[in-house]
């Protein structure tokens, strides 16, 4: 069977999916490849330890390989659930707010080259700013037992990691991680719970129908030409939108991180908030990082944010995906999405 073209597959996504599955709350985990037991354990204490004595307890005969496979699994479910209920900061929320001394987030981190040599090692944070403070992961070598977290942090990978704040050296502030693995997506609805990964970025990505202040584009069919568009400011289609969303349209400003944003939004009867970068009139050719801001910043600005869900109006498909930031933490939050007006 031939590849289909990716404006074949968005198609095929758009109309056999409905609003109401793309609808569905996602949470975030991860496929642990390193656990740091006894730190976790002096962490939960006797309460939270009896938890995952109890579910290991439940497990059945298994050969041992596999049976340390699923205590490690509990492990991760159980800290995730403490970071979740004890609303743990991310990495770059506990820097903007310099507390905290545990952190859960999904974070770049360089290559590693002496993970294969050392007892010993430190990965150092590919930070999405250069302004911010060096940090680095320092770890032991023995307790990453997956090959392949092994080779991701030997060449540098996007990793989830929970992590203690250590100290901090003249270079650089010192965590030592508790939990690392791979960022994994998955459902509460059991239909739903082990599909969502595989449909990748797409179960984050919403179309404009599928949100109830927008639905009536479902009924509307699709223009025989869209040339009008080009005739269509920025600031019309802004009052226009404001005026679907019961909002007022502000002027821009140099500082902002959105054209707009707003909390009249809701997505099957969920209220979320929303911010939207709007680009017009319609120029009908690729956009590319030259046309976001006069530091090609307008994407990554927009994606720092603290909203529900990201909207872009012109941006092509490739670019929409680089603003939802899916991965900003691994313990259960509210979905991200991408919306594209088309």
Known sequence: MPEMAPSELERSYR??????IRALPL????????????KIQTILGPSGMGVIDDL????????????NVRIDHVYKDVFLKFCEIHKIKSLEEALATQGGHLICSVEQLAPCPELYESKRVASCWVPRRRSQEAVEFHYTTELVVSDTLRSRLHTGATISIVAQ????TSTAL?????????????????EWADKVMW????????????FDEF??????????????????SEWGFKRALCEILGDEPKNDRPDETSDHFTDHLHLGGRRLSGAFVLKGPARFAPMGLNHLGKNNNQIVRLNHEPVDVLFSSALSRNLARCSVNVES??????????????
């Open 165 to 168: 704040f250590s100290h901090r």
């Open 329 to 342: 933490v691994c313990c259960p939050t509210v979905s991200g999405a991408t919306l594209l007006f088309d």
């Open 174 to 190: 010192v965590f030592e991680p508790l939990l690392m693995g791979f960022p994994w997506v998955r459902s509460s609805d059991p």
């Open 199 to 210: 449909y990748g970025h797409q179960f984050f990505e919403n179309y404009v129908e599928d």
């Open 56 to 67: 290991i307890g439940k497990l059945p005969e298994l050969p041992e390989w596999q049976r």
């Open 215 to 232: 639905s009536k584009v479902r009924e509307t069919p699709r223009p025989e030409s869209i040339a009008q568009m080009k005739d269509i």
């Open 15 to 20: 109309s056999k999916i409905t609003p109401e």
């Open 27 to 38: 949470e975030t985990t991860m496929e642990p490849g390193f656990v740091h037991k006894r």
